[in-house]
């Protein structure tokens, strides 16, 4: 059973389309992040949510929008696609101050 | 402000050499260090974590990393390093209950044989 798992693997779209990146976690953790990952690797912090309640908004354009309808799911929604937003996008989850288990990450490519 | 410092972006060694990738981190407030492993097109996978307790901390694959409090560090060693082992390495730190992890820079270990 996989305990992080993201839909889809692979995003290619035109530039100003808007497009969603699914996330489940099947591990009973209580919450989930968003990271967003560059061409150099760089790992950034987007979003974390706590039982369904965003506790971490970092600074993101107001484009990105997560949506938690359960403590095992968070959503990515992006609206009006930048060139700029390629990168990979890990979700991840936790269980309090302690170790985080990530997905497998969506590749996304705006053309 | 929690922040973490990983001097190192590309480590070159041979196989079945020693290695070790640095981590400094900064922090006004007590610590929880991490250290993940990222195989090529892959998600993140934890090694080890320092939560509390001894400073020496064993991890997967004989990977083993040092809270160092004085020298606000937290090197990953091992001692003899495999192709396997080539991938990118990123230490990390969250302070107290706060549930912001913050992630160095990363250390791609490549390994020659």
């Known amino acids: 059973d996989t305990a992080v798992s993201q839909t889809p693997k692979y995003l290619v779209t035109q530039m100003g389309n808007d497009k969603s990146i699914k996330c489940e976690q099947n591990?009973?953790?209580?919450?989930m992040y968003w990271y967003k990952q560059d061409s150099k690797k760089f790992l950034k912090i987007m979003f974390s949510?706590?039982?369904?309640?965003?506790?971490i908004n970092e600074t993101v354009p107001n484009r990105f929008s997560p949506k938690s309808p359960d403590k095992a799911h968070l959503n990515l929604h992006i609206n009006s696609l930048e060139l700029g937003d390629s990168a990979v996008y890990f979700c991840?989850?936790?269980?309090?101050?302690?170790?985080?288990?990530f997905g497998p990450g969506t590749r996304l490519t705006v053309l | 402000a929690q922040s973490v410092t990983q001097l190192d972006s590309q480590v070159p060694v041979f196989e079945e050499a020693p290695v070790e990738l640095r981590c400094n981190y900064s922090?006004?407030?007590?610590?929880?260090l991490f250290w993940y492993v990222q195989y090529p097109n892959q998600g993140l996978q934890l090694l080890l974590k320092?939560?509390?307790?001894?400073?020496l901390v064993k991890g997967i694959n004989g990977f083993e990393a040092e809270f160092n409090k004085s020298q606000t560090s937290f090197h990953l060693r091992k001692p003899s390093v495999h192709i396997s082992d080539t991938a990118e390495y990123f230490c990390?730190?969250?302070?107290?209950?706060?549930?912001?992890?913050?992630f160095g820079t990363g250390t791609k270990l490549q390994v020659i044989p």
């Open positions: 591990l009973g953790h209580d919450t």
């Open positions: 320092y939560l509390s307790g001894s400073t």
């Open positions: 922090s006004s407030v007590s610590v929880y």
């Open positions: 991840a989850s936790s269980q309090r101050v302690n170790e985080q288990f």
């Open positions: 990390a730190v969250t302070e107290g209950s706060y549930q912001k992890v913050t």
């Open positions: 949510y706590n039982n369904k309640e965003l506790i």
